[in-house]
């Protein structure tokens, strides 16, 4: 809004500008010797307009100075919410420390904490321990905000960050082993639903094989076509984690080791392997917008990756997340981002922080409580779902979004390269 009232200023004062030449017209002033009540009568007229109380200028000046307010408005909301957000961080770390520093050892008060928990799940669960976390989610972001805390030493105090990248260290890294799998042509994605849709085939392993010869691929880049044949748009499929592996083995390009990886900000191996699908299939050739879609992890590495890939000259415009604990990654000011989260999800707590609110932002959260994580987490018959109820949305945040991706659902044809990118070394 105070850029909106910018630039109604800058055009008001411009105006004004190109009304004062008016006042020194030389074809008026000429006049002036023919009627020199009616030149006398504009110019005053013309003085007022511009220069009166209620002129031009006055009301540029007025519009500037709302500019001003509303930036100093916005400037404090922003400051409020990040003061917040650090109020809740901190409030968390020290929590984390006195349950380990304290009079209350943490043995004491795990057990302490267990035990309660444990009356309401069966007194009031039945002992569905499942049923209980995904109806209390956010107990994971009060349990992860502790941590840092919890393993802090007095010499050497942790924060989240630096939590998250010493849990990255104890995976391997790897380059990135990138192999065309196959490509073919389909119709091009009309909207959310389709998007998120193509999204699910292609974390079904099974999506597009027999299950016989399943498809190795794990990255899909849909290239969107005009009439003409001309690329208007690129979208990038990335899924979810496929290998639950321990600290200090090497499994795939889609493992827990790439989920922590991504979370402490690093440049994961599957994040290599986008880039490079995205340059095997000439996006950085055409120039052409990118957008990338992500599930769980997949929303991770996207929201990641997003600021590398535009500063190795790719064009990524848009971002959309399904499942993903993606508040605490910065996205470019010029980048949209379209998060969708299930209330009783609990992946999206797993980064303790809440998506922050900003004009490139939008969070929608949705609620679809089947009292399992792993149905409250898939894509199919969920997040699927909630993307089809918002192509019917009116909401204004939701509309802008889907008015600035037509470069992606508006196209003509479209055909899908798929890839199977490996960690260097993998068996």
Known sequence: MSTVTSEVSDDTVAVAVAGHKFLAEPDVLASALLNPA????????????????????????????????????????????ELAAKGLDAGRWLAG????????????????????????VYANYGGDW???????????????????????????????????DLFAATYPDSDALVTDSRTYGQE??????????????????????????PDPANVDVRVVRDVNGDVTGYVVDIPGTKDWNLPGTQMSANDLGVNVDAMAGNNTVLQKGVEEALRRAGAQDTGAPIMLVGHSQGGIVAAQATGDLIAGGYNVTHVVTAGSPVGRIEIPGNVQMLSLENRNDIVPHLDAGDNPGSPNRTTVTFDNNSGTVGENHKIPGNYTDAAGNLDKSSDPSVRRF?????????????????YHVAREGQK
């Not at 976390?133 to 960050?161: E, K, N, W, Y």
Request: net charge negative; no cysteine; glycine share 10%.
């Open 38 to 81: 009616g030149v006398a009568k504009f110019e005053a007229a013309m003085a007022l307009a511009l220069d009166g109380p209620t002129g031009l200028t006055a009301t540029s000046a007025a519009i500037s100075l709302r500019g001003d307010a509303l930036r100093a408005t916005k400037i404090a909301y922003e400051l409020a919410d």
């Open 402 to 418: 889907k008015e600035s991706a037509t470069a992606f659902t508006g196209g003509f044809k479209s055909e899908t390269h798929t």
């Open 130 to 164: 499942q049923k209980w976390l995904v109806d209390h989610p956010g107990l994971v972001d009060t349990l992860i905000g502790m941590s840092p805390g919890m393993l802090s030493h007095p010499l050497v105090p942790l924060d989240l960050a630096t939590t998250l």
């Open 97 to 120: 420390r006195v349950v380990t520093a304290g009079p209350l050892s943490a043995a004491a008060a795990a057990a302490l904490g267990g035990s309660a928990i444990a009356t309401d």
């Open 188 to 213: 091009p994605p009309r909207n959310l639903h389709d998007l998120l849709d193509g999204l699910a085939r292609r974390n079904d392993s099974k999506g597009f094989e027999s299950e016989l010869d």
